[in-house]
């Protein structure tokens, strides 16, 4: 009876049953990068619609590694880029550990026909300057005492864990040390898992320096949006901003209400919002905000983007700057180093740019572990 129909992810796993027999004329996935991982439930659903055609849109068509972009192909023309396997041999390991430029050359020309990219200064030339910068800051001693002693069983951990089972085999390990070594450098008590105030000395050197900038920023009459990976963080930042009467929002992965607080904030009613980077990837329009704050990196450039992109969208009307608060000599600055590997490979396929793109590799791990400077 209607000629259109509008679901979600979340909904289509449970109505696909139904839902596949009615035959399409056309499937259009947004924000299809929900389909990356091709054995997920959401990218099994939409394999068993009846559809003649299908679209894909995406701001992140590749986030990671090129296996996402074959799990998108893989939905829009079954056996383009060959299977899983044969594609990551004749692409995936060329491209990504060895950096083949004639490997990534054969892969663009395969996809090109089929894509159409749109850069948003392209359809969006009234957009105001965005301003993106590091912001760096020194651990205090409490967190450099804590960070040397947790490197050092942690790399030796993992060298024991590689030598055991092999670098490919030890990404958990390898993730779980890094975590920790991050934590140290966002606030002490996320790894001591306290809360309350910290105790003199203690607590964190980025939380001191954000609260400055913070008092700063809102006195110049600036809005500010603040994204962290860690909600645990968001909820030591809110006790800070309490202490400091600095006004506020939240919004994370658990809010059940997402609209009020972005109205509230459009309306002018605070000048600060807290925001996960996990809940404010997507679907968030913020133009009041003309400031972003990222409080920690994250490996992904693409996922840091997205969240600067709820401010800098259509409709901001005022210059944006974006800060990243990095600690000086850690496993944060080489975190930087790896987001632009990451963005050359999306870019080298996309635009067929021929330049080296591998993976994490031994050398990294050096990098990762090594001692303060």
């Known amino acids: 009876e209607y000629d259109l129909l509008l679901t979600s992810y979340a909904l289509l796993t449970r109505d696909i049953e139904s839902l596949r027999q009615q035959p399409l004329h056309l499937l259009v996935l947004d924000e299809a990068q929900n389909i990356k991982n091709p054995s997920g439930k959401a990218a099994q659903a939409v394999r068993r619609f009846d559809a003649r055609q299908r679209l894909c849109l995406t701001g992140t068509p590749l986030e990671n590694h090129l296996g996402e972009l074959w799990a998108l192909f893989d939905f829009l023309m079954p ?28 892969l663009k020309a395969r996809i090109a026909p089929f894509l159409l990219r749109r850069r948003k200064e392209e359809v969006a030339s009234e957009l105001p300057p965005k301003s993106e910068m590091v912001h760096w800051v020194e651990l205090n001693e409490a967190q450099r005492e804590r960070y040397e002693h947790l490197r050092l069983a942690m790399d030796r951990k993992v060298r024991e864990e590689i030598a055991r089972r092999g670098l490919a085999s030890s990404q958990m390990v390898i993730l779980e040390a890094l975590l920790k070594l991050r934590q140290v450098c966002c606030d002490l008590r996320l790894v001591k898992g306290e809360a309350g105030t910290p105790r003199q000395g203690e607590g964190s050197a980025k939380l001191d320096s954000l609260l400055d900038m913070l008092r700063e920023l809102v006195a110049e009459g600036r809005r500010v949006l ?80 997205q969240a600067t992109d709820r401010a800098y969208r259509i409709g901001q009307d005022k210059p944006v700057f974006v800060y990243r608060l990095i600690t000086r000599g850690t496993v944060e600055e080489h975190i930087q180093q790896l987001q632009r590997r990451k963005a050359e490979l999306a870019t080298g396929v996309l635009e067929g740019a021929a330049r080296e793109l591998p993976e994490l590799q031994p050398g990294d791990i050096e990098a990762l572990f090594a001692p303060l400077p």
Do not use: C
């Open 226 to 305: 603040v994204f962290s990976q860690f909600t645990s963080m968001l909820a030591l930042i809110e006790q800070a901003l309490q202490r400091n009467a600095i006004g506020y929002l939240k919004l994370t992965g658990d809010s059940r209400d997402r609209r009020t607080p972005v109205a509230r904030f459009q309306r002018g009613e605070a000048p600060v919002f807290l925001i996960s980077l996990k809940a404010g990837g997507t679907g968030l329009n913020l133009t009041a905000a003309d400031t972003v704050i990222h409080y920690d990196p994250w490996w992904n450039p693409a996922v840091e983007n």
């Open 79 to 106: 056996g383009w880029l060959g299977d899983a396997k044969a594609f990551n041999r004749d692409y995936r390991a060329p491209i990504e550990k060895h950096g083949d430029p004639d490997r990534l050359a054969h």
